[in-house]
């Protein structure tokens, strides 16, 4: 996505369902939203990265990816 089509925090959920997404969590954050997906499509596969979380003693690893001011994620 380009500066020119940049998009508002409330259109991004849009953008992603709109690609194919299933987005299944919007968290407004003071910086930024916080958008949960259930699978991602591949191009923000490709510009993932991993991170692992430590949940109640439970390692699990999840991927993350900015889209405009979102943080996007999924597990």
């Keep these: 996505m ?3 089509n940049k ?6 959920p849009l953008y992603l369902r709109g690609l194919g997404c299933q987005v299944l969590r ?19 596969q490709e510009k993932a990265a991993s991170l692992t ?7 699990r690893q999840a991927w993350f990816v900015h889209v405009d001011s979102c943080l996007v994620y999924w597990h």
């Design 2 to 4: 380009n500066p020119a």
């Design 7 to 12: 998009l508002d925090q409330r259109n991004v």
């Design 26 to 44: 919007v968290t407004s954050r003071k910086s930024r939203a916080v958008i949960q997906i259930d699978r991602p499509i591949p191009q923000l």
């Design 53 to 59: 979380e430590n949940v109640n003693g439970q390692l």
